[in-house]
């Protein structure tokens, strides 16, 4: 899991081809084009979110989120999930 990405898709293309896992924060909420770039071009099954060094609130970026993916809250949050119980080998 790469934690904080704040980079250009470019920069992490690789990463995420090789199935590393991306973890986005604040970084999707404001006008950051080069992240929310890198967000909307990774794929639901290799995304986590995170509040991490900001005072933001877990829900304000999982509705970012789901709206940049154009998807629910709900359903983005059954990705993330799917995600965690991948990593982590839970069934």
Not at 40 to 48: G, H, K, M, R, V
């Amino acid at each position: 899991i790469i934690h904080g990405v704040n980079n250009k898709y470019s920069t992490l293309k690789s990463f995420i081809e090789q199935g590393c896992y991306l973890s986005f924060g604040k970084g999707i909420m404001y006008e950051n084009k080069a992240v929310i770039d890198t967000f909307l071009q990774t794929p639901l099954s290799q995304i986590f979110l995170e509040t991490d060094d900001s005072n933001l609130d877990i829900n304000s970026i999982y509705e970012k989120a789901a709206q940049l993916k154009n998807i629910s809250t709900k359903e983005l949050i059954l990705h993330i999930q799917n995600n965690f119980q991948t990593i982590f080998k839970i069934k």
